[in-house]
């Protein structure tokens, strides 16, 4: 079979709950959530590979279909709400000024930024409730805090590294690469600040932080799935409850919840 892309693998696992009752979702998140994982990250250190290894292992060991969530969570948002594409900035982690926000709101732009923040909250709240996903960045571990089926990771690096990284993928002078990622770091900081009150160096808002510049990539892909599986392990048997309940409401899915 064919490895499907990150996007279909996206694009599959919203059309396969897009097609349960609002009954069968409140019995997903009341009885057998899957496990949520949130990945915030120092500018520069890149996790598209990283995820894709992880939702390959618990896929595995959950014996469901795991996705990740990034850049296209944006997508998500502005289709589930049927926003216009312009909207996209606003829900990035790029630094919004006082004034363009005083500005939304006086000329009564709809949707204002208040609202969109509510509906990328809504978003990230139906997903993690849900479960195997993991969701990078947009202050995930901050809004889903109060889940039980949760496990928050910190990824961080020193600067000199990550800029040695930037200049080798972009080719593109020290300086420069500096400039890009402190704006960067400065940009999230400020996103978690000014949305949820929150210092995004806080190690309390995680389970574990983790200096990727210590591990091999193999060490670090085993690492956060060992201590999620230790947070969140198969408690009855290699076929998940979560896995049962979809039976009993009969649902045939064979081909997206591969049983053991």
């Known amino acids: 079979m064919i490895p499907l892309s990150g996007y279909a693998k996206v694009k599959k696992y919203i059309e396969f709950h897009a097609e349960l009752t609002d009954h069968e979702i409140l019995q997903l998140k009341k009885k057998y959530p899957g496990p949520t994982v949130t990945i915030s990250r120092q500018s520069g250190i890149e996790t598209n590979l990283l995820c894709e290894k992880l939702i390959e292992s ?12 990034d850049k296209d969570l944006i997508r998500k948002v502005i289709s589930d709400h ?18 363009s ?13 208040l609202e969109l923040v509510h509906k990328m909250v809504s978003t990230i ?36 590294q990550r800029i040695k990284h930037l ?4 080719d593109i002078k020290k300086e420069w690469a500096k400039n890009i990622l402190l704006r960067g770091d400065e940009n999230r900081k400020d996103f978690l600040l000014r949305t949820f009150r929150k210092d995004i160096d806080d190690p309390l808002l995680y ?18 799935v060992e201590a999620v599986r230790s947070k ?15 039976k009993e409401i009969k649902i045939n899915k064979r081909d997206y919840y591969e049983t053991a």
């Not at 896929?59 to 969530?69: A, E, H, I, L």
């Not at 200049?167 to 972009?170: E, T």
């Not at 389970?207 to 956060?224: A, K, P, Q």
């Open 58 to 69: 618990f896929s595995s060991y959950y014996s469901t279909d795991w996705v990740y969530f």
């Open 82 to 99: 049927n926003l216009p594409s312009r909207v996209q900035k606003f829900l990035s982690e790029e630094k919004t000024s006082a004034i």
């Open 101 to 113: 926000q005083m500005l939304n709101e006086l000329m009564d732009i709809h949707p204002s930024i």
């Open 125 to 160: 709240l139906n997903l993690a409730e849900i479960g195997n996903v993991i969701l990078v960045g947009r202050g995930s571990n901050v809004i889903t805090s109060h889940l039980k089926n949760t496990y928050h990771i910190r990824l961080v690096a020193p600067l000199d």
């Open 167 to 170: 200049q080798k993928s972009r």
């Open 207 to 224: 389970h574990s932080t983790i200096n990727v510049s210590l591990f091999s990539f193999d060490e670090l892909v085993n690492s956060i």
């Open 232 to 246: 969140h392990p198969i408690i009855k048997s290699p076929i998940t409850e979560r896995v049962k309940l979809l």
